[in-house]
């Protein structure tokens, strides 16, 4: 089993940065591929952005591909995802999730946090 916790989100204008983390405990954390979604009111989860357990490989969804950088720090069993120049369309609630593969499929995750609100106002 592991355990994810996200943090980090808020209420912030547009053009504003947010950074989310998501801390793991558990099963050894280096050992899998992190990802991020989101999902508004209304609409399906979606993916992204994921990395892969040594940090090398990063991937983006095109809508957030230039902003949104995202990362991890295995010593502290964490992973980051830094949202720069923050539209309204990016609010949602943001969720982490642990995966065996380095995917943007959502099925694919094993392990979800509870989610973390983020709201961009205009």
């Known amino acids: 089993q592991v355990q994810l916790v996200e943090s980090g989100g808020g209420l912030v204008q547009a053009g504003d940065s947010l950074r989310l983390s998501c801390a793991a405990s558990?099963?050894?954390?280096?050992?899998?591929?992190m990802g991020w979604f989101r999902q508004a009111p209304g609409k399906e989860r979606e993916f992204v952005a994921t990395?892969?357990?040594?940090?090398?490989?990063?991937y983006y969804a095109d809508s957030v591909k230039g902003r949104f950088t995202i990362s991890r720090d295995n010593a502290k069993a964490t992973v980051y995802l830094i949202m720069n120049s923050l539209k309204p369309e990016d609010t949602a609630v943001y969720y982490c999730?642990?995966?065996?593969?380095?995917?943007?499929?959502?099925?694919?995750?094993?392990?979800w946090g509870q989610g973390t609100q983020v709201t961009v106002s205009s």
């Open positions: 999730a642990a995966s065996t593969v380095v995917t943007t499929h959502r099925s694919a995750y094993d392990y």
């Open positions: 990395i892969s357990w040594n940090g090398i490989n990063t």
């Open positions: 558990g099963r050894t954390f280096s050992s899998y591929n």
